[in-house]
């Protein structure tokens, strides 16, 4: 089972990582399937826009909900989470190399969002890279049966980790 994560503190350090892992393995000429997030300051309310983009070249989704400036409680909308499940589920075969999710968060950790697309992905001996909050570790851990290899927060080690597991073609960097 070769799949591996990442975690970190910093609020949104985790999206910015994985794009650009995922960029850099597709310049280098990999197949990439799953998800990368980017998230926009609102002024306008406590939270932040969440956008996630399928891989490789897309649609964007939209994955957060705007429930006004005083809201505090989860912000992420089902629906769309779900939407985006099932375009990576479309995207998703024996020719990706890699599969990305941006995290394995509290609706994989609830046996929800992406979970099942995961163990598709490691049953068709796919690497898959993740991010995982210390709320979620613990079930993550559990899910895996503790195969998953946790990596420092690191470009080039991700990046690493990824390019030795692949079965894709590399092209010159």
Request: aromatic residues 4%.
């Amino acid at each position: 089972m070769d799949i591996c994560y990442i975690s970190t503190s910093e609020q949104g350090k985790t999206d910015i990582l994985l794009a650009e892992v995922a960029e850099r393995l597709l310049q280098k000429g990999l197949r990439l399937a799953g998800i990368i997030q980017t998230n926009t300051d609102r002024p306008d309310c406590r939270g932040c826009d969440m956008d996630v983009r399928v891989l490789p070249d897309g649609p964007t989704i939209r994955i957060s909900q705007s429930l006004g400036p005083e809201a505090r409680g989860c912000r992420l909308d089902p629906a769309a989470l779900e939407q985006s499940v099932v375009e990576v589920q479309a995207r998703l075969s024996e020719a990706t190399d890699i599969l990305i999710l941006n995290k394995f968060g509290k609706h994989e950790a609830d046996g929800r969002g992406f979970r099942d697309l995961i163990a598709e992905a490691l049953s068709l001996e796919l690497p898959v890279i993740t991010a995982v909050n210390g709320m979620n570790e613990a079930a993550f851990v559990e899910f895996t049966a503790g195969a998953a290899r946790k990596l420092p927060a690191v470009v080039e080690t991700i990046e690493e980790w990824a390019l030795e597991r692949s079965r894709g073609a590399i092209s010159a960097p």
